[in-house]
Structure formats: structure tokens, C-alpha cells
Nanobody
């Protein structure tokens, strides 16, 4: 199973980015799973952002991103997305997606190390 994130880059404060996570070797349709989005800034702990499961539970975590970030997925494309709006300098981090048990979406805070597969990450830098 491989997860490949893309869509990161340099953006000005207030701008938007949409991250993609293409999953291969694992098919969304017909399987039970959860897809999580995470970020980790230099010197900080990994932070859970959102969780989407095969039962369509969609949960967002962290007051810092509520109302600004939205997770979604496209089963036909085997791809998950993270839409990030109103970006702030403190959103600067390496962003990761991961696939694991659908039960992970039921837990709060979102577990950050109990996932089966991880992508390599994509860097997001918010700066003027």
C-alpha cells in the first residue's frame, strides 16, 4: 500500500491550498478503513486534523483548524483531500495522510501513531 501526498507549497497568509492523498494497493470501495490527516511542525508533536471513514464519519480535530480545514474523499479516485482555507503562519508544517482502522475516527483525540500506512508528507509553508 502506498500513499502519496501532494499539493503543498508556499502560500501567503489568508490563502488556500488543497492537499491530495492518492492511495494505491488498497481500494476504498468494499473495504472498511479510515483516512486521517495530520501535521507536524518542526519541534512539535504530530497533530491530528481530520478523519474520514468508510462509514462516512467525518470528524475534525483541533480548535486551531476548525472552520478552516475540511477533509473529504473521492472513492472513485481512491483519493483523500484536505482543503485548507484562511491559512496562517502557524499552519506551517509537514502534512501527512494515513490509512487505518475505521474505529480510529471514533477516538478523541485522534490517535497519531496507530495507523497502518503513512504517506511521505508534503510541506506547507505559510509566509508573506
Amino acid at each position: 500500500v502506498q500513499l502519496v501526498e501532494s499539493g503543498g507549497g508556499l502560500v501567503q497568509p489568508g490563502g488556500s491550498l488543497r492537499l491530495s492523498c492518492v492511495v494505491s494497493g488498497f481500494t476504498f470501495d468494499g473495504n472498511a478503513y479510515a483516512i486521517g490527516w495530520f501535521r507536524q511542525a518542526d519541534g512539535k508533536e504530530r497533530e491530528g486534523i481530520s478523519c474520514s471513514s468508510s462509514s462516512e464519519i467525518l470528524t475534525h480535530y483541533g480548535d486551531s483548524v476548525k472552520g478552516r480545514f475540511t477533509g473529504s474523499k473521492d472513492n472513485a479516485r481512491n483519493t483523500a483531500y484536505l482543503q485548507m482555507n484562511s491559512l496562517k503562519p502557524e499552519d506551517t508544517a509537514n502534512y501527512y495522510c494515513a490509512v487505518g482502522s475505521p474505529l480510529l475516527c471514533d477516538r478523541a483525540p485522534l490517535p497519531t501513531y496507530e495507523w497502518d500506512w503513512w504517506g511521505q508528507g508534503t510541506q506547507v509553508t505559510v509566509s508573506s
